[in-house]
């Protein structure tokens, strides 16, 4: 299970990466994240792995990561974090340069 869908974040690995990150209160929920080009079919995972913190009396949940890819540019890409819950989508950058990128902080 997701914990929220604010909780989940991608970023660039390389030209044809992403890693997916999220959150989850269980611990032993899978790292793993299914994807694919059609909503609902995914026909490709990446399987990650997990960690947790601590900061006096606060305990993380669990924070994934997987490295998906490689991917293809200028494509759509659906996918879903831990084998369940919500489908998110996707779109990688063009392969031609330049490309502007905006970059919003949580």
């Not at 990150?21 to 032993?28: A, F, G, K, Q, Y």
């Not at 063009?94 to 990128?101: F, S, Y």
């Amino acid at each position: 299970m997701v914990a929220n869908d604010n909780q989940v974040h991608i970023s660039t690995v390389g030209e044809k990466n992403m890693r997916i990150s999220w959150v989850t209160d269980d611990l032993n929920a899978p790292s793993v994240v299914e994807y694919g080009t059609s909503p609902g079919k995914y026909t490709a995972s990446a399987t990650g792995d997990h960690t947790t913190y601590r900061y006096f009396l606060y305990k993380s949940g669990a924070i994934h990561h997987a490295t998906i890819g490689p991917l293809e540019a200028s494509t759509t890409y659906h996918y879903r974090c831990g084998k369940a819950g919500d489908e998110f989508t996707l779109r990688t950058p063009p392969a031609k340069l330049p490309v502007e990128i905006v970059v919003v902080g949580d």
